[in-house]
């Protein structure tokens, strides 16, 4: 903790580290050269991350929600009609750029890969339960971020629920918790869901009747489609690079004291604080904060929940989008479970909206911490 | 000669593995994995353990010898 803190308010340390990479990298060699590369990427990431979500707040997403791979998957699946919640039903392009822009970075460097085969269905249910966590919340831990970064003082309660939730996932990761190992898989398995959700941008966009599109509430605010699926693809592609996820940063720090990947979280965080500073939407406060409520209780537990699932699953899910974009065929399945756990959220009033958290939204994330934690009583393998 | 199979798993667990396997400070310990991600994440846990970090690849999967300095 005491870590944690040093870090925090050392952020301007981060800065010189960035320049002193820009001069290793000129000179190409050094023993820290491998250490610092990485903390130049991942930096870079945030810092785009950040300022991307700015740029698309502005240019027409939702308030605080430049990005949100939960909400966003949310909207997708509302516009499939898996789902008929009239107010979240939109095909959000940045989910297909990230998942695209991560699939062409990682076949140019060799990196993709079809395998899968680990637990799959386990997977499948932890996405859903992820899901019901986030969308109590109201956002995926990228979100969390990005409110932060707008003032929304009930997104640091779900930022202390999501680090205490990442605690309780890498005790159970030390106690021997395993989903298994994966295997190659073919070609096809790893090219599966890339391929279908481009079918589905190319479907929006050529038969747009097919879907189902929000008139009214966060459905209908959206930044215009080019420049959603341009960014969407930058940001994917750089997260392939970096391994961005914002699980690791803190579990890692937890278990290894390493944070090299704190720093893209920190980036994140800075670069939306000041972009919203200059575009002027950056306002401290609990009450009347965009697509958010302020039911404290209700937002700790999401987000624990979100974070305790995110450890079982070996990322957060925006590196999922980016990890089943690499061929990585268990986190399409979870990608999958994150679009039906959506759709479950708002087909049965799981779903909390800025008036609050739902009985039926209570009783899931509760049931949710149960099944995880006969997941990780099933799943655990001793040394 | 000690031998972590880590193939397949994916991230965090071939460092915790790793980290398992490198606690009673042997003196050399080999890591299979096969995933660039995890190669880089068990390569920089081990040298932040004080451990020298030799790498071989084959048909996709890194063969990592963590030798003590």
Same mark, same amino acid.
């Given at each position: 903790?005491? &870590?944690?803190?040093?870090?925090?308010?050392?952020?301007?340390?981060?800065?010189?580290?960035?320049?002193?990479?820009?001069?290793?990298?000129?000179?190409?060699?050094?023993?820290?050269?491998?250490?610092?590369?990485?903390?130049?990427?991942?930096?870079?990431?945030?810092?785009?991350?950040?300022?991307?979500?700015?740029?698309?707040?502005?240019?027409?997403?939702?308030?605080?929600?430049?990005?949100?791979?939960?909400?966003?998957?949310?909207?997708?699946?509302?516009?499939?009609?898996?789902?008929?919640?009239?107010?979240?039903?939109?095909?959000?392009?940045?989910?297909?750029?990230?998942?695209?822009?991560?699939?062409?970075?990682?076949?140019?460097?060799? &990196?993709?890969?079809?395998?899968?085969?680990?637990?799959?269905?386990?997977?499948?249910?932890?996405?859903?339960?992820?899901?019901?966590?986030?969308?109590?919340?109201?956002?995926?831990?990228?979100?969390?971020?990005?409110?932060?970064?707008?003032?929304?003082?009930?997104?640091?309660?779900?930022?202390?629920?999501?680090?205490?939730?990442?605690?309780?996932?890498?005790?159970?990761?030390?106690?021997?918790?395993?989903?298994?190992?994966?295997?190659?898989?073919?070609?096809?398995?790893?090219?599966?869901?890339?391929?279908?959700?481009?079918?589905?941008?190319?479907?929006?966009?050529?038969?747009?009747?097919?879907?189902?599109?929000? &008139?009214?509430?966060?459905?209908?605010?959206?930044?215009?489609?080019?420049?959603?699926?341009?960014?969407?693809?930058?940001?994917?592609?750089?997260?392939?690079?970096?391994?961005?996820?914002?699980?690791?940063?803190?579990?890692?720090?937890?278990?290894?004291?390493?944070?090299?990947?704190?720093?893209?979280?920190?980036?994140?965080?800075?670069?939306?604080?000041?972009?919203?500073?200059?575009?002027?939407?950056?306002?401290?406060?609990?009450?009347?904060?965009?697509?958010?409520?302020?039911?404290?209780?209700?937002?700790?537990?999401?987000?624990?929940?979100?974070?305790?699932?995110?450890?079982?699953?070996?990322?957060?899910?925006?590196?999922?989008?980016?990890?089943?974009? &690499?061929?990585?065929?268990?986190?399409?399945?979870?990608?999958?479970?994150?679009?039906?756990?959506?759709?479950?959220?708002?087909?049965?009033?799981?779903?909390?909206?800025?008036?609050?958290?739902?009985?039926?939204?209570?009783?899931?994330?509760?049931?949710?911490?149960?099944?995880?934690?006969?997941?990780?009583?099933?799943?655990?393998?001793?040394? | 000669?000690?031998?972590?199979?880590?193939?397949?798993?994916?991230?965090?667990?071939?460092?915790?593995?790793?980290?398992?396997?490198?606690?009673?400070?042997?003196?050399?310990?080999?890591?299979?994995?096969?995933?660039?991600?995890?190669?880089?994440?068990?390569?920089?846990?081990?040298?932040?353990?004080?451990?020298?970090?030799?790498?071989?690849?084959?048909?996709?999967?890194?063969?990592?010898?963590?030798?003590?300095?």
């Amino acid at each position: 903790m005491l &870590e944690y803190i040093r870090i925090l308010s050392n952020f301007q340390v981060c800065l010189a580290i960035y320049k002193d990479v820009r001069f290793e990298k000129m000179k190409g060699i050094g023993k820290t050269y491998m250490l610092k590369k990485r903390n130049f990427w991942v930096i870079l990431t945030g810092v785009v991350i950040g300022a991307s979500a700015v740029l698309l707040t502005a240019l027409g997403n939702p308030g605080n929600m430049g990005f949100c791979i939960a909400c966003f998957i949310r909207d997708t699946a509302g516009a499939a009609k898996l789902h008929t919640a009239a107010v979240v039903q939109y095909v959000r392009p940045e989910i297909i750029g990230m998942i695209i822009g991560a699939m062409a970075i990682a076949m140019l460097s060799r &990196e993709f890969k079809p395998r899968g085969g680990s637990s799959p269905m386990t997977r499948f249910i932890i996405a859903v339960v992820v899901m019901i966590g986030a969308l109590m919340f109201l956002g995926c831990p990228l979100r969390m971020m990005l409110r932060i970064g707008g003032g929304d003082l009930n997104a640091v309660v779900g930022l202390v629920g999501f680090i205490g939730g990442i605690f309780v996932g890498t005790l159970w990761l030390k106690g021997g918790f395993t989903l298994k190992r994966a295997y190659s898989q073919s070609l096809t398995e790893g090219v599966a869901l890339p391929f279908a959700v481009v079918l589905i941008m190319v479907l929006s966009i050529a038969v747009p009747t097919l879907f189902a599109w929000s &008139e009214s509430g966060p459905g209908a605010a959206h930044a215009p489609v080019a420049i959603a699926l341009i960014v969407g693809l930058l940001v994917g592609g750089l997260c392939q690079r970096s391994r961005f996820c914002t699980v690791a940063g803190n579990r890692d720090a937890m278990m290894f004291k390493d944070f090299s990947m704190l720093w893209g979280f920190l980036a994140v965080i800075v670069t939306t604080i000041v972009g919203n500073l200059i575009t002027g939407s950056f306002h401290l406060s609990f009450a009347d904060q965009p697509v958010a409520h302020t039911d404290g209780l209700w937002n700790f537990l999401g987000m624990a929940l979100v974070g305790w699932g995110s450890v079982m699953l070996g990322g957060c899910p925006l590196r999922q989008l980016i990890l089943a974009g &690499e061929g990585n065929t268990d986190s399409a399945i979870t990608v999958t479970g994150f679009f039906v756990g959506a759709a479950i959220c708002h087909n049965f009033g799981l779903a909390s909206s800025g008036a609050g958290p739902t009985t039926n939204g209570m009783i899931a994330v509760v049931a949710g911490f149960v099944v995880l934690t006969v997941i990780g009583l099933l799943n655990r393998e001793r040394a | 000669m000690n031998t972590v199979d880590a193939r397949g798993l994916l991230c965090p667990e071939p460092v915790v593995l790793a980290q398992k396997a490198i606690k009673g400070a042997p003196a050399e310990v080999t890591v299979l994995v096969d995933a660039v991600a995890a190669k880089e994440n068990v390569t920089r846990f081990a040298k932040s353990r004080g451990y020298e970090v030799e790498s071989s690849e084959e048909n996709g999967e890194y063969s990592l010898k963590l030798t003590k300095k």
